[in-house]
């Protein structure tokens, strides 16, 4: 018998977990499945930008050999030129770290900083990979709620009283996924103070940063402070719907003066993979310094307003289901009232789903939400996909009774 690795043990990703191999096996038996399991934009008839896939396109054939470990310096300064018209001060080059998507990034990050038994405090509900990335680094995950009476705001309270010594560092979702809160200046300032008082480090996960509905303001966590170590993540996967290629960022800023042997930490991992996707990083500053397509598909006008009007729309007229509006990304975290429907499992709930109506969709205990009466919507099909869909969803629910 061979078996995995006890490192493995409590790490999961529900978003191609037992679910999807179940419509995978739908699939096979010739259903045609409504996967909204994973923000996944090309599948849905979105394109990147044109000068982004046309200059990855040129770069091909310089991009045959390995890069620096840390990416393309043409990239990372590009970078720098993002960051610091944002605002955020004294960025070098050095500190920025290309990756295969900031999937990998993460781990790297995570794994660079944890003990074993050290604690981070991520949001609940959350982007699933940053709970499996603390528990595979030997961490302990330590779920701060996020409040859905507050517009998914995160409960300060909440996270000052789970602070301790053995807590490294607090992750940041922002734009969230799976809520869509984008969070004000006001609470992201309590954050950086409470990180700096206990000396963590924030993890600021940015990668929805131009996917901002209604004139939503958005704050980078690192404009914030000098005096914290913020780690911030982007990339090309959302804001440029090219999640295919696999392009990712991190930036070190603020109190590096404190963190060098951890900035070693991260050089060492990055270099163990070599470097990320040549031909995607050739790709970077095009994408930040050409045109902004998301920003037009964001509007009211736009693919992604609209559909973010359909769902919400439609969700809100389901009888036993309530819904936050998100100010950012694509997704949406309704809330069932499991009284109603006799629903006592949200993975059962997402089973019968699939199977009676062919749509996947991510129950909320697969993005670490304690409580089993919520579940996640992608709104990425467009219009008439996904008006068929949320009606599948609702007949589905006309006379759902949990057995
Ligand atoms: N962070 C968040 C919040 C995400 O939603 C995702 C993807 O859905 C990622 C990180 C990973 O993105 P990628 O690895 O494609 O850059």
Redesign the pocket.
Known sequence: MIKRSERLNNVSYDLCGPLYERAKELEVLGHKIIKLN??NPAPFGFDAPTAVTEQIIRSLSQAQGYSDHKGLLSAREAIKRYYTAKDIKNIHTEDICLGN????L?MQAVQALLNDGDEVLVPSPD?P?WTAAVRFAGGKAVHYRCDEEADWYPDLNDIKSKINSRTRAIVI?NPN?PTGAVYSQELLQELVKLAEEHNLVLFS?E??DKILYDNTIYTSTATLSEEVLCVT?G?L??NYLA?GF?A?WMLVSGAKHKAKAYLDGLNTMASLRVCSNVPAQFAIETALEGEQTILDLTLPTGRLGQQRAITYEKLTAIPGITCVKPMGAFYMFPKLDVKKFNIESDQHFALDLLIEQHVLLVPGTGFNFQQYDHFRVVYLPEPTELSNTLDRLTNFLKTYQQQ
């Open positions: 994973i923000g998507g900031v999937s990998e993460i982007y990979l979702i996924n996960d990668i929805y993540f990339g996967s959302k999640a696999r990712g």
